[in-house]
């Protein structure tokens, strides 16, 4: 059998999330590739260092183009192979879009649903694509992969999809320590911010900026907190997503500048310290698909509050 996999998400330099949970499979893949059980990486780009490397099981094809790529050229470079006897017999797609028009089985999994709850937090042309993007995904694929019962129940419910089409496969786990590279070790030496904090004097925060993580209520109650305890700082990591201004102007607000250090995006090596050193993790999110850095500061024996 050959499998066809869209590796774009995978195919970034800052990964994350969704770019992470590909990443992992096509490691995988590579090293389960056999002449029975092969596998056809498609990309928008040539692969950074970082993705697998190729063997004669596991390849990578690149096909050029843009706007609207896994709509367009992907399934048009998928009907040219199927011409041309290069079948594949099925196709997967590990975020959300499957290949309009695919000419063979499709498989894809969904994180979340989270446009359905707060589609405010969402730019109006990237809400349509969710919404129909992924309803296309849903209904035309074989199979479809949800990384919760919450997600599969979500599915069920705003696409009208029969359960037995969906497949609960929890999300795989390794530790951030474990996923260091070499590259990062070098970039990062052992600081975990520019601001001095202090092992077990902060709280650490690890998610998206955006307004359904209630990154606001974490703030507001950091400032209760700190009355009481001014040693204190708040540490959030990760990146900026939609409608995140109003975290900094509840900063502000509060007198908090000196106290709340926003990391942004870190390294592997440094997210391991931070969970290592800090007082406790929070996740106040009000939705998640799944929820990997509460596993990931469980590894490392921070308690959690979420």
Known sequence: ??????????????KVGVSIYTLKLLEYFQKKATINQ???????????????????FYKY?????????????????????????????????????IPRFCPIPTVVTIHDLSYFY?????????????????????EKS???????NTTKKDIVRFYKIPEEKIKVIYNGYEK???RTSEVEEERSDGKTSEVKLDKGKYILYVGTLQPRKNIITLIDAFYLF?????????????????????????????NLKKYVVVKGYVTDAELSSLYQNAFCFVLPSLYEGFGIPLLEAMSFGSPVIS
């Open 142 to 148: 074989k199979k479809i992969i949800a990384v919760s």
């Open 61 to 97: 094809a690149v096909i050029r183009g843009n706007l609207l790529w896994s709509q367009t050229f992907l399934p048009l470079e998928l009907y040219k192979r199927k011409a041309l006897g290069q079948k594949i017999q099925v196709f997967f797609s590990p975020a959300h879009y």
């Open 1 to 14: 059998m050959i499998i066809g996999i869209d590796g774009n998400e995978a195919n970034v330099s800052e």
């Open 118 to 138: 707060y589609p405010d937090e969402f730019l109006k042309k990237d809400l349509y694509q969710l919404k129909n993007w992924t309803k296309y995904s849903v």
């Open 176 to 178: 951030v320590s474990d």
């Open 226 to 254: 700190k009355k009481n305890h001014p040693e204190f700082n708040l540490v959030l990591v990760g990146k900026k997503g939609w409608l995140y201004d109003h975290i900094f102007k509840k900063v502000e607000d509060l």
């Open 38 to 56: 092969q596998f056809v990486v498609f990309l928008k780009n040539k692969p950074n260092i970082d993705l697998p490397p190729e063997n004669e």
